[in-house]
């Protein structure tokens, strides 16, 4: 598996080069939405007036608001513009975000700085997970896919890594980086030939695929593109309006496919618990290894494993890695909100069992980690078809960033009201619907073109091949 690599990546230089340059928007937003963490402690020696529990739940969901407001016109100039342009849009956004934060003196200020980075998050989410599949050879565009959650960890890293041991305005200066190196590298990066096939630009679209295939010549690549623009043509006959996305049974089961799995990853409480890493463990009881220590293991354990992830996705599929992924976060989750009832409720003696909050959330983010982190955005980048891809997953950033208003701010509502057992046993009876939901339901798309995925999508019953797909998505689309 890992002999392969130095291979894949010499033949694929340029598609990992451009995704993780993409993937790098995630990054930010990893440094970006877990920043309350390690700051919570440092808030009285940095505001000026005091920040209440409920005024700091605001903080740290406020950020979805701005993601909700800008995937809609996201989409639309993704289609008018290119993804590229659009997806480097989200970088002022995220700078203007930082610098307020490091010269904020005040709750509202603080908000009103999460309100606006949270504008470049709803640009990311509708964008970058598009680019990525467009740019995408089938072979390789799982271990594409899972970059954007792999660099969104090491922005969780970073933060949880640098934030207790540095000033509050320290944090936001090294934070502040990455938009730019974002920036920088995006600028260099090729536009996706799909784009330029929607914008009857072949010349184009064959000098963006020529760069990403590393081919000599034309005709390595004339197959892909002519089999790319015939199809691109034929759904660009549909503008990708809303109806269309309930148009077909492709579109109908995908819409079901993406909202399930958004829903599973959002509601099974991934974000409330990173937000809140350090306090999770000052409250539950278990007091094994330092608070910042233990939010450090636990970023750490994210970027792991989502290296191991990004091997296993085209091996193994993405429907078994979500499988495993269910599974194993239903059981860490039940697992932990039972140790924090006993001991916190109950009151029962559980010192010899002090290493279990850190043990039950290692488990939690190596189960998440491998399939409910990574595979449900760049899913959706895969299951629709051009003309309303872009549409779709500005409803998907819609719904992740109103998911995470929801989820960060009701959690510390139900943690203060009917203690935070009650929320992690709510955490983890939505994982367990989402194992009954990927068994029942998903599609495995491991090593299919996107043609091939919409046409299955559009016929179960049908076996479909690479080479006929192109002529079968045609006529379903007409």
Same mark, same amino acid.
């Given at each position: 598996?890992?002999?392969?690599?130095?291979?894949?990546?010499?033949?694929?230089?340029?598609?990992?080069?451009?995704?993780?340059?993409?993937?790098?928007?995630?990054?930010?937003?990893?440094?970006?939405?877990?920043?309350?963490?390690?700051?919570?402690?440092?808030?009285?020696?940095?505001?000026?007036?005091?920040?209440?529990?409920?005024?700091?739940?605001?903080?740290?969901?406020?950020?979805?608001?701005?993601?909700?407001?800008?995937?809609?016109?996201?989409?639309?100039?993704?289609?008018?513009?290119?993804?590229?342009?659009?997806?480097?849009?989200?970088?002022?956004?995220?700078?203007?975000?930082?610098?307020?934060?490091?010269?904020?003196?005040?709750?509202?200020?603080?908000?009103?700085?999460?309100?606006?980075?949270?504008?470049?998050?709803?640009?990311?989410?509708?964008?970058?997970?598009?680019?990525?599949?467009?740019?995408?050879?089938?072979?390789?565009?799982?271990?594409?896919?899972?970059?954007?959650?792999?660099?969104?960890?090491?922005?969780?890293?970073?933060?949880?890594?640098?934030?207790?041991?540095?000033?509050?305005?320290?944090?936001?200066?090294?934070?502040?980086?990455?938009?730019?190196?974002?920036?920088?590298?995006?600028?260099?990066?090729?536009?996706?030939?799909?784009?330029?096939?929607?914008?009857?630009?072949?010349?184009?679209?064959?000098?963006?695929?020529?760069?990403?295939?590393?081919?000599?010549?034309?005709?390595?690549?004339?197959?892909?593109?002519?089999?790319?623009?015939?199809?691109?043509?034929?759904?660009?006959?549909?503008?990708?309006?809303?109806?269309?996305?309930?148009? %077909?049974? =492709? +579109?109908?089961?995908? #819409?079901? /496919?993406?909202? $399930? !799995?958004? @829903?599973?990853?959002?509601?099974?409480?991934?974000?409330?618990?990173?937000?809140?890493?350090?306090?999770?463990?000052?409250?539950?009881?278990?007091?094994?290894?330092?608070?910042?220590?233990?939010?450090?293991?636990?970023?750490?354990?994210?970027?792991?494993?989502?290296?191991?992830?990004?091997?296993?996705?085209?091996?193994?599929?993405?429907?078994?890695?979500?499988?495993?992924?269910?599974?194993?976060?239903?059981?860490?989750?039940? %697992?932990? =909100? +039972?140790?924090?009832? #006993?001991? /916190?409720?109950? $009151? !029962?003696? @559980?010192?010899?069992?002090?290493?279990?909050?850190?043990?039950?959330?290692?488990?939690?983010?190596?189960?998440?980690?491998?399939?409910?982190?990574?595979?449900?955005?760049?899913?959706?980048?895969?299951?629709?078809?051009?003309?309303?891809?872009?549409?779709?997953?500005?409803?998907?950033?819609?719904?992740?960033?109103?998911?995470?208003?929801?989820?960060?701010?009701?959690?510390?509502?139900?943690?203060?009201?009917?203690?935070?057992?009650?929320?992690?046993?709510?955490?983890?009876?939505?994982?367990?619907? $989402?194992?009954?939901?990927?068994?029942?339901?998903?599609?495995?798309?491991?090593?299919?073109?996107?043609?091939?995925?919409?046409?299955?999508?559009?016929?179960?019953?049908?076996?479909?091949?690479?080479?006929?797909?192109?002529?079968?998505?045609?006529?379903?689309?007409?």
């Amino acid at each position: 598996m890992f002999v392969q690599c130095p291979t894949i990546l010499k033949a694929k230089g340029l598609q990992f080069l451009a995704a993780g340059s993409a993937a790098l928007s995630f990054l930010i937003i990893g440094t970006f939405g877990v920043w309350p963490s390690p700051t919570h402690p440092k808030l009285k020696e940095s505001m000026q007036t005091e920040v209440t529990s409920d005024e700091w739940a605001w903080v740290i969901s406020v950020m979805g608001i701005g993601g909700v407001i800008t995937p809609v016109p996201a989409a639309y100039f993704g289609n008018k513009l290119g993804r590229k342009v659009m997806l480097l849009a989200c970088a002022p956004f995220f700078l203007v975000a930082w610098l307020l934060i490091i010269f904020a003196s005040s709750a509202t200020e603080l908000l009103i700085a999460r309100t606006i980075g949270g504008f470049g998050v709803g640009i990311v989410f509708s964008i970058c997970p598009v680019y990525v599949a467009e740019i995408a050879e089938d072979k390789i565009r799982g271990i594409l896919g899972t970059l954007m959650q792999l660099l969104m960890n090491i922005g969780t890293l970073v933060e949880f890594a640098v934030g207790p041991y540095v000033s509050y305005k320290t944090l936001g200066w090294v934070s502040g980086f990455f938009p730019l190196l974002f920036l920088v590298l995006m600028s260099f990066m090729p536009e996706s030939p799909r784009y330029h096939c929607m914008k009857n630009k072949r010349d184009r679209a064959e000098a963006s695929l020529l760069k990403l295939r590393g081919a000599k010549n034309c005709q390595d690549i004339k197959e892909e593109l002519d089999q790319m623009q015939k199809v691109v043509e034929e759904e660009m006959t549909k503008k990708g309006r809303p109806r269309d996305l309930i148009s %077909t049974k =492709g +579109t109908r089961r995908a #819409l079901l /496919l993406m909202l $399930g !799995l958004i @829903t599973v990853q959002q509601f099974g409480g991934n974000m409330a618990i990173m937000s809140n890493a350090q306090e999770i463990f000052r409250t539950s009881g278990g007091d094994a290894l330092d608070p910042s220590i233990s939010a450090i293991i636990m970023g750490i354990i994210q970027l792991v494993v989502s290296v191991v992830t990004s091997f296993l996705v085209d091996r193994l599929g993405r429907r078994i890695l979500l499988l495993i992924s269910t599974i194993g976060c239903a059981t860490s989750l039940f %697992t932990l =909100g +039972t140790y924090q009832y #006993l001991t /916190l409720k109950v $009151g !029962l003696d @559980t010192s010899h069992w002090n290493w279990l909050p850190l043990f039950s959330l290692m488990m939690f983010l190596v189960s998440y980690c491998l399939g409910l982190g990574p595979l449900p955005i760049a899913y959706c980048g895969e299951i629709f078809s051009s003309n309303v891809r872009g549409l779709a997953l500005s409803i998907a950033s819609m719904m992740l960033s109103f998911s995470f208003i929801i989820v960060t701010k009701l959690y510390q509502v139900v943690a203060d009201g009917a203690g935070v057992y009650v929320a992690f046993w709510f955490f983890g009876s939505i994982s367990l619907a $989402g194992t009954l939901f990927v068994y029942f339901l998903l599609l495995e798309t491991k090593g299919k073109s996107l043609e091939c995925i919409v046409a299955e999508l559009n016929n179960t019953d049908k076996k479909l091949t690479n080479e006929s797909i192109a002529v079968y998505t045609i006529q379903s689309i007409k």
